[in-house]
């Protein structure tokens, strides 16, 4: 491969851009994957059980964003 230095670095760089888009786009992929789809009437069960979402207090969540984009 010829070229210079800085030519390779941007190269390497536009790798590493492209393969960690790859990855996070199969994580995503794979989170999909592997959480199940609820029913209809799953879904009433739970409400049932635990309660309608809007009702929850904000401070019992974590907030995992972060964690998710690595």
Known sequence: MTG??????????????????????????FYQYIIPVASQSEISNIEELYGSPENYKKEDFVDMTNWVKQ
């Open 4 to 29: 210079t230095l800085k030519e390779r670095n941007i190269i390497k760089e536009i790798f590493r851009d492209v393969i960690n888009e790859v990855i996070k786009e199969e994580r995503i992929n």
